[in-house]
C-alpha cells in the first residue's frame, strides 16, 4: 500500500453520512442477496454488522457505498469480496 499526503483543497465537497448497500454472496446456491441500510450507521458499525450476519449464514459479503456520478446511480466498494463472487478461486 503507497500513501501520500493531499492537500484537502482538493475537494469540492463531502456529505457525513453516505448511504449504503451490502450485497451478500451465497457461493454454494450462487445466490445474492442484497440490502440498502436505511438508517444513518458508521461505516465501523455496518462492516461489523455485514461481517457477522454473513458469518452466521456462511456467506461472504461486499459493502457498497451508494453514489452519484451526475445522473447515475453507481456503487463504491467499501470492503468484502472484489471481483465476480462466484468465479472460481
Do not use: C, N
Not at 456529505?15 to 458508521?42: C, G, K, P
Not at 454488522?49 to 451508494?66: E, F, K
Request: aromatic share 12%.
Amino acid at each position: 500500500m503507497k500513501i501520500r499526503g493531499v492537500d484537502p483543497r482538493d475537494t469540492m465537497w463531502e456529505q457525513d453520512h453516505a448511504r449504503y448497500r451490502v450485497h451478500f454472496w451465497d457461493r454454494s446456491a450462487v445466490t445474492a442477496h442484497e440490502f440498502e441500510v436505511l438508517d444513518e450507521v458508521d461505516v465501523d458499525e455496518l462492516l461489523t454488522w455485514a461481517q457477522s450476519y454473513a458469518a452466521g449464514q456462511g456467506w461472504s459479503y461486499t459493502v457498497y457505498a451508494a453514489v452519484t456520478d451526475g445522473d447515475r446511480p453507481g456503487l463504491v466498494r467499501l470492503a468484502g469480496v472484489l471481483g465476480d463472487p462466484f468465479a472460481d478461486d
